[in-house]
């Protein structure tokens, strides 16, 4: 048996325009999302976020769900088109659901961790520029400070904003999520605005003693496919564009030289960062949230790759302008959306978090994987996947923990299966399975073994799966 320590916060986590739906009640304006959701082509199937989950409306019903499961800690993302109206004023109403929302946890004894942002930009500040404008950071404080200062008294833990990383790279440079540009330049002056929008944010909770100050980011090791040079030195640079960007920037203060280098022809890019920004930007946290989803290996060589190793969907025009590709072993295991299952390196990353950034409290405010659930046809969803995939994962985090890494909570993606932005209703991530047609959830196999983790505060190594024989050791046996 593996035991976490004493009070340690299992949760679950999901974000505004993945599960509420409901998107023109109570005086809610359109984000980024729903726009760029309803522009054909965008999305699988020209799905959008319109309904969702319908947790606008059956949030009582989810709360219920959440205290079956045993929760100890919720996440979930505050809407800015819900909780000012287009001038900054306060829409009460909007703030009213999320005290509603706040309120019921604390009553099933669940702490509420509120992203402030997810993604979800009002469409009337994309239309001043968006993330490409610097305004839009002062804009987000803004947000922060009106909803912080509803709510401090129900909510007191704040994540400023959501994977800089995503948004910045994947919305301007790949153009796969909102607003679609493909502008390398451009996504490093976005991820500037976002991370100084984070920055002001921070500082305004503090100012108002609203609570503990973090914020969620995706962390993915990289390494080189072999010790050649030029694999070792793509892995350096992907991992500065991935990561240290990042990292570096909210706790050092800095960009990494070797990633301003690599950029620094490209406007408007670093051109964007004016004095005292980065001082803002790296404004003491109370906390770090981790979200963690896949390794990377990486190859600076082009041509045909050796054999046994193939290229994946994450390798982008960002790494191709890097020299670099991401590749996998052919035998390895990757989920429907084809990321590959690294629970290894999971230690690994917050091991060099404490190591090379912060030794504070650290907490999984991610992790998780997308499958095709199906229910068969005595209404079950059977996903074992999952269950394997949980289990190695807290096994790491447990790795981490031996090791000295203050991981205070986990709280793995999501709650329940949601709008997976660019890909839609495909793949599902939820511990609960949502019959989109109908609203009906029903807990999957995964469900009933996390409320088991929770009450139990630990797992049974190595797996919770019952090991099922192949034919060879079945004939073996038989
Ligand atoms: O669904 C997303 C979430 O919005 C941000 N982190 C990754 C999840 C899975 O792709």
Redesign the pocket.
Same mark, same amino acid.
């Given at each position: 048996m593996i035991r976490f320590p004493e009070g340690f916060l299992w949760g679950a986590a999901t974000?505004a325009y993945?599960i509420e739906g409901a998107a023109s009640a109570d005086g809610r304006r359109p984000s980024v999302w729903d726009v760029f959701a309803h522009t054909p082509g965008k999305t699988f199937h020209g799905q959008t976020g319109d309904i969702a989950c319908d947790h606008y409306r059956r949030w009582e019903q989810d709360l219920d769900l959440m205290a079956e499961l045993g929760l100890k800690a919720y996440r979930f993302s505050i809407a800015w088109t819900r909780t000012t109206h287009e001038d900054g004023r306060p829409n009460q109403r909007g703030l009213d659901f999320y005290r509603r929302l706040a309120e019921g946890l604390r009553d099933r004894g669940i702490v509420p961790f509120a992203t402030l942002y997810?993604?979800d930009l009002p469409q009337s500040v994309e239309d001043k520029g968006g993330w490409l404008n610097r305004d839009t950071a002062y804009r987000l404080a803004e947000h922060a400070q009106v909803v912080t200062g509803a709510l401090k008294d129900t909510v007191d833990h704040w994540m400023t904003i959501?994977?800089a990383y995503?948004e910045s790279f994947l919305g301007y440079a790949t153009g796969e999520l909102s607003p679609g540009h493909q502008d390398t330049g451009e996504a490093l002056a976005a991820a500037h605005h976002l991370l100084l929008g984070h920055g002001l944010s921070a500082q305004t909770i503090r100012e108002g003693n609203a609570g503990k100050v973090g914020l969620a980011t995706?962390l993915s090791p990289v390494h080189p496919m072999t010790q050649a040079p030029a694999d070792v030195a793509a892995a350096r640079l992907v991992d500065g564009v991935n990561n240290r960007l990042f990292l570096d920037a909210i706790f050092k203060g800095t960009y990494p030289t070797d990633v301003q280098e690599r950029y620094a022809d490209l406007r408007p890019g670093f051109t964007v960062v004016q004095d005292r920004d980065m001082e803002v930007i790296s404004t003491p946290l109370d906390f770090f949230g981790l !979200?963690f989803?896949y390794g990377r290996t990486v190859t600076g060589t082009d041509g045909d790759l050796p054999s046994g190793w193939a290229e994946t969907p994450l390798s982008t025009p960002v790494e191709r302008d890097l020299g670099a590709r991401d590749v996998v072993r052919t035998d390895q295991e990757t989920t429907v959306?084809g990321w590959p299952i690294t629970p290894n390196v999971f230690t690994e990353i917050l091991c060099r978090f404490k190591t090379d950034f912060a030794d504070i409290p650290v907490y999984i405010t991610?992790n998780?994987v997308?499958l095709h659930d199906q229910v068969s046809p005595e209404g079950v969803v059977h996903d074992p996947e999952r269950i394997d995939f949980l289990t190695l994962h807290l096994n790491a985090i447990h790795n981490a923990i031996a090791e000295g890494v203050q991981v205070k909570g986990y709280l793995t993606?999501?709650l329940m299966d !949601?709008f997976?932005?660019a890909q839609g209703y495909g793949p599902r991530?939820g511990l609960t399975y949502v019959d989109f047609g109908t609203q009906r959830r029903i807990p999957k196999t995964s469900f009933h073994w996390y409320r088991d983790v929770i009450a139990r505060n630990g797992l049974n190594p190595p797996l919770a799966r019952p090991h099922e024989p192949d034919q060879e050791e079945a004939k073996q046996h038989g």
């Open positions: 974000s993945q997810h993604f959501n994977e995503v995706s !979200n989803y959306m991610e998780g997308s993606w999501s !949601n997976e932005w991530f």
